[in-house]
């Protein structure tokens, strides 16, 4: 049974930078299309951004126009993990940010689409 464990959140000033961690146990991070989702208080669930494999060890990317050039995905398969690298943070990026994964090669915007879903960790951007 594959579970995505995300870690890293907290309380950061606006400009700050964090890195939350999803961890992959059950099953091989580095075989699946990884994406980072968000969730807001009062608003729907919004795609953040995907990796998605493309050969070897080769992933391509993709973002949200809200998060481009701030956020960066990266992994590292040695740990089974994802990382969603933030910096630049602004008070709108306050949310519980979500981790999923899906062993299929597409990768699709809406967290619905991924067989395996994380429970989340709250970041909280304020002064």
């Known amino acids: 049974q594959v579970q995505l464990i995300e870690s890293g959140g907290g309380l950061v000033q606006p400009g700050d930078s964090l890195s939350l961690s999803c961890v992959v146990s059950g099953g091989t991070s580095g075989k699946y299309v990884m994406a980072w989702f968000r969730q807001a208080p009062g608003k729907e669930r919004e795609f953040v951004g995907t990796?998605?494999?493309?050969?070897?060890?080769?992933?391509?990317?993709n973002y949200a126009d809200s998060v481009k050039g701030r956020f960066t995905i990266a992994r590292n398969n040695a740990k089974n993990t994802v990382y969603l690298e933030m910096s630049s943070l602004k008070v709108e990026d306050t949310a519980v940010y979500y981790c999923?994964?899906?062993?299929?090669?597409?990768?699709?915007?809406?967290?619905?689409?991924?067989?395996?879903r994380g429970q989340g960790t709250q970041v909280t951007v304020s002064s």
């Open positions: 990796s998605t494999r493309i050969g070897g060890n080769v992933y391509s990317t």
């Open positions: 999923a994964a899906d062993p299929a090669s597409i990768a699709p915007q809406n967290f619905g689409g991924y067989t395996w």
